[in-house]
């Protein structure tokens, strides 16, 4: 057997072209040649494996390749290098339908604009190319990072306080599903810096957190999500923006670690998406001195961190794509076309261009001039070529703008956002298990606002457990009023409620909030929950005084909704901080609790119901007020301890009496056939043991003989 293994050890080593060493090998043992076989069978599996581009057609990707490469002019084929921005919200569609007749570029980024504008756009732009454009977008958190009237999931910080991976994977595809909809092929995302800085000024929200093996598996799942809908991945930003205080969009940030560290940590997340067939990576605008020897020099520029580390120490074989080249952590070094320059480094793509006309003639002259072998450029492009296929671009259809909007928000995402943020939700402090709140009687709760923002969808699902008082802390001038108006109440619950628009919002406590909130945990039975940012909480003063301290990452209304529910136990804690804080929270941290018996809130489809036919109760309603046949109304449908629908409709009272809401009280009397009977008529109808057809004389023989034998149950 080993004689024969080393006789194709031998052929392959010819094969390879190899001959001189083969040559010079002739007089080796045989054990020699067997260790080199196995070397190289080894190295020629894995780099078949591990190409992310490659189709499972591959002989047809390639002769698709070949003959539009073959087709192009060598200005076409520089132009393919480049991608460009397009806006449909800040037109600049004109202008991008110039760059593509007169330099044949490879693909646009979507930054702002609507579903159906921005499809109708490009599938103009996709008629006008001669190849097929590659559409990309960033969509961290979903397509609304760039397109409206779309659904926006949670940061990647909230996401990071998952336990269970399987529910990035499911929204990385429902992301793909939303993108492969709209005809966008790459989605500039996931972010995998591994954020140990929490003055990082422009990663922060966008990571998973500071663990790197947490934010691996997060990142992993993510990119197993969207590339299973056909759509690439591209890990950002290499070789890792996590540590850094400032904001590569407006300065070159330098990483201060030595080359080990960065090996060890920051790329840890690469090495795993590799292996898992990552599509393409990101190239942040940094300066790192343990990777690369000049002195301020961009990472986007730097061959040493590009081609030797990247592509020939990690081996990584997707594409290689630049931060934007217009971000001042680039555009500052201009000693030489920053195009060119991004070029020779190892690039694939040149993202956003300050100047595609100059970019193109730069590589055009470096490429007669003997600087750009023909070699070179065909890699790059046919790697382009390569991914395009891969995405389906060599059999083109335009995009069906026909219920374009809700295709992209169907109510599944929602469903699956809202299960998600019910295992985001962080109980970091539970002093005698003060949380949830199980006794309602004689407990006057208040809650009291903080933040720049609006607290009051929290405010109303707290109320629909118990009567919770509301207090905005800004409306009082004096702390000892407060504390005076505070001391009415068994417990205090504080919510610290700012934006959520963006990633990058304020989240920090005033120098007011922070002594007053102190005073107040110190006299009251005090749960604080914080909607903004896990690093707010590092501004506390004290932590020991409070009950419970909640971690609510966020102020957009499911957050509110979830967050009272947890507190008063209709709904479990289940997060864990994804970053440490306070010198005290570990990241990985987190106070799990158990569901009481207590109803929860959630939308139709959770529990198998369908929204469209519940909201056909509304003219139900309508008809029996508009009849008399009731001034008003309260309904809730709950189904398997959650209710799905709960509205008020009308008056108390015929002449004009009160509306009624939520917390109108009736008198209650003759309920036994509308909660014994009816329920047992439902199930035994849902059993198919009746019909609404039988009578009282089947149903019950001692009715036989009476007058009443053949009524119905209808």
């Known amino acids: 057997m080993s004689l024969n293994l080393i006789a194709i050890g031998k052929l392959l080593l010819k094969i390879a072209g190899m001959v001189d060493f083969y040559n010079k090998l002739s007089y080796m043992s045989n054990k020699l040649y067997f260790i080199l076989f196995f070397c190289f069978y080894y190295t020629v599996s894995f780099s078949q494996k591990k190409d992310p581009l490659r189709t499972i057609d591959f002989q047809n990707q390639k002769k698709w390749v070949d003959s539009t490469y073959n087709s192009m002019t060598l200005k076409e084929k520089v132009g393919q290098l480049f991608v460009v921005q397009l806006m449909t919200k800040n037109d600049n569609s004109a202008s991008v339908y110039k760059e593509i007749s007169d330099h044949s570029i490879g693909g646009v980024i979507l930054s702002n604009g609507s579903p159906t504008k921005t499809v109708n756009t490009t599938n103009k732009m996709q008629s006008l190319s001669k190849t097929p454009l590659l559409i990309g977008i960033d969509g961290e958190w979903g397509l609304k990072m760039r397109i409206d009237s779309t659904i926006k999931f ?39 810096d591994i954020n140990t800085n929490p003055k990082n000024p422009i990663i922060g929200n966008r990571s998973y957190g500071e663990n790197k093996f947490n934010v691996t598996n997060k990142a992993v799942s993510f990119t197993k999500g969207i590339q299973s809908e056909g759509v690439l991945a591209c890990a950002k930003h290499f070789p890792g923006h996590g540590d850094t205080s400032k904001d590569s969009h407006k300065t070159l940030p330098t990483i201060t670690f030595k080359k080990k560290r960065i ?31 000049n002195i301020n020099f961009p990472s986007s520029l730097s061959k040493n961190i ?31 076309n920053i195009d060119l320059m991004a070029f020779k480094a190892g690039n694939d793509v040149l993202l956003m261009s300050g100047d595609v006309n100059a970019g193109i003639t730069s590589i055009i002259n470096a490429y007669n001039n003997g600087e750009i072998s023909n070699k070179r450029l065909e890699h790059s492009v046919k790697k382009i070529l390569k991914a395009k296929y891969k995405v389906g671009l060599n059999n083109y259809k335009p995009i069906d703008t026909n219920n374009l909007i809700s295709d992209l928000n169907e109510v599944d995402d929602n469903v699956l956002k809202n299960e998600v943020v019910s295992n985001i939700i962080t109980l970091l402090k539970n002093q005698e298990n003060f949380t949830p709140i199980l006794n309602l009687n004689d407990n006057k709760i208040v809650h009291l606002q903080t933040g720049s923002e609006s607290g009051m969808t929290f405010n109303n699902y707290l109320n629909k457990y118990t009567t919770v008082d509301y207090i905005k802390l800004s409306d009082y001038k004096e702390l000892d009023n407060l504390l005076d108006k505070l001391s009415n109440y068994n417990t205090v619950i504080i919510g610290h409620h700012q934006p959520s628009n963006t990633p990058w919002d304020k989240y920090n406590f005033t120098r007011k909030e922070l002594l007053w909130i102190d005073k107040i945990s110190k006299n009251n039975n005090t749960i604080l929950s914080v909607f903004a940012k896990p690093y707010s909480l590092d501004r506390l003063i004290d932590v020991e005084s409070f009950k419970s301290i909640i971690l609510s990452y966020q102020n957009e209304d499911v957050f509110q909704e979830k967050t009272a529910q947890m507190i008063f136990g209709s709904i479990e804690f289940n997060g864990q901080i994804p970053v440490s804080v306070l010198n005290k929270y570990k990241a990985g941290e987190g106070i799990k609790t158990f569901k009481t018996n207590r109803l929860s809130y959630g939308l139709p489809e959770s529990v198998n119901f369908d929204s469209k036919k519940l909201n056909r109760i509304d003219s139900i309603v309508k008809v029996s007020i508009d009849s008399m046949m009731t001034p008003g109304i309260q309904l809730l449908v709950a189904k398997d301890s959650k209710v799905v629908f709960d509205k008020s409709y009308g008056k108390l009272r015929y002449d004009n009496g009160p509306q009624v809401n939520s917390m109108t009280t009736y008198d209650l009397a003759s309920l036994t056939k509308i909660l014994v009977t009816l329920p047992l008529i439902m199930k035994l109808y849902d059993n198919d043991v009746i019909s609404l057809d039988s009578t009282i004389g089947e149903l019950l023989p001692s009715y036989v003989e009476s007058n009443k034998s053949e009524f119905t149950i209808k």
């Open 154 to 192: 949670p940061w990647n910080m909230s996401l990071g306080a998952l336990k269970d991976n399987s529910f990035v994977e499911r929204i990385g595809s429902s992301i793909g599903k939303h993108c492969k909809r709209m005809g966008i092929h790459i989605n500039f995302a996931p972010v995998v």
């Open 263 to 293: 090996l060890d940590v920051e790329l840890y997340p690469y090495k795993s998406l590799f292996k898992e067939g990552l599509g393409s990576v990101m190239i942040a605008h940094l300066n790192v001195p343990s990777l690369e020897s």
């Open 306 to 336: 590009v081609t030797s580390l990247l592509k020939e120490r990690l081996k990584f074989k997707g594409l290689i794509i630049t931060d934007a080249l217009g971000m001042k952590g680039v555009t500052s070094y201009d000693k030489e």
